[in-house]
């Protein structure tokens, strides 16, 4: 198993993309962390099936948008486990409105969550994962932020704020032979997907090669080569798992 020994923090593991991450990273022999805002029954439903297949996660509240509930947590995290050596900030929200219709309150909103949590995250983590053997830092952007999206403005900025974050962490996480990388989803089939109307759903798919949304272990299988010691000379780099949609 490629991350034995290894504790990884993933954010918004209670649904979704988060979710599949966790449990793939879990059957990796990894100590996982289910962090979650508010879906506490399914958070711990997700330590459940891992504990079930014999592997070994807490679940952890915290909302990523506040510090105080990220250092909170950092500390759950070391009692339980010791330090963290990978951080997946996979949290991430949208509240989608034409431009002109959007509101600083919505835009805000997008903001404090998908880039203050990214902030937060990464700071109270940083010297864990610079400390650690292995340490890696994936974060979790989108196509969106590649190509933009109608009625997403503020979430495109978001997910594109995350390709300089990652190159220049990479950097400043260099010296310490820790790694950052980025994953850009493609559409994938999550509660965030059913906010999108079927219509919509149906011109996307005509965009995608491969002709398919993307499944959640899609997303959960690179981000596991991102935390084992096979990716460990890829620091820096944006990888799309798109059904081959270009940008
Ligand atoms: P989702 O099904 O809506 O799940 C979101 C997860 O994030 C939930 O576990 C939620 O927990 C958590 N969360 C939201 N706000 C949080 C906060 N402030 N603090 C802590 N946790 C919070 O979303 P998803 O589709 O799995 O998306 C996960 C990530 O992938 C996001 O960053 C998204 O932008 C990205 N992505 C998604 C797609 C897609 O098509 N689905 C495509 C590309 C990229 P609670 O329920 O407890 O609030």
Not at 49 to 66: C, L, P, R, T, Y
Not at 201 to 210: D, T, V
Request: charged fraction near 20%.
């Amino acid at each position: 198993m490629d991350l034995e020994h290894q504790t990884c923090v993933v954010t918004g593991a209670s649904r979704g993309i988060g979710r599949g991450i966790a449990v793939e990273l879990a059957s990796e022999g990894a100590n996982v962390v289910v962090n979650y805002r508010s879906s506490e029954g399914e958070a711990y439903d997700v330590v459940e099936e891992i504990e079930e297949a014999g592997g070994s996660a807490i679940a952890v509240q915290a909302d990523v948008a506040n510090i105080d509930e990220v250092e909170a947590m950092r500390k759950k995290v070391t009692n339980a486990f010791g330090p963290a050596t990978v951080l997946v900030n996979n949290a991430g929200i949208t509240v989608d409105k034409k431009f002109t219709n959007m509101t600083r309150e919505d835009w805000d909103r997008v903001m404090d969550v998908n880039l203050g949590g990214i902030f937060n995250c990464t700071s109270v983590f940083f010297d864990d994962i610079t400390d650690a053997k292995d340490g890696r830092l994936i974060n979790i952007s989108s196509v969106v932020g590649q190509q933009g999206n109608y009625g997403q403005a503020n979430y495109a900025t978001t997910k594109s704020g995350l390709f300089g974050f990652t190159r220049t962490i990479a950097l400043e996480m260099a010296r310490s032979r820790a790694t950052a990388n980025c994953v850009a989803p493609g559409f994938v089939k999550t509660d965030m997907l059913e906010t999108v109307p079927d219509r919509v759903q149906e011109k996307i798919i005509q965009r995608i090669p491969l002709g398919r949304f993307a499944e959640v272990d899609d997303i959960a299988g690179m981000v596991s080569f991102l935390a084992s010691p096979k990716s460990s000379y890829m620091t820096g780099q944006i990888l799309g798992v798109n059904g081959g949609m270009e940008w």
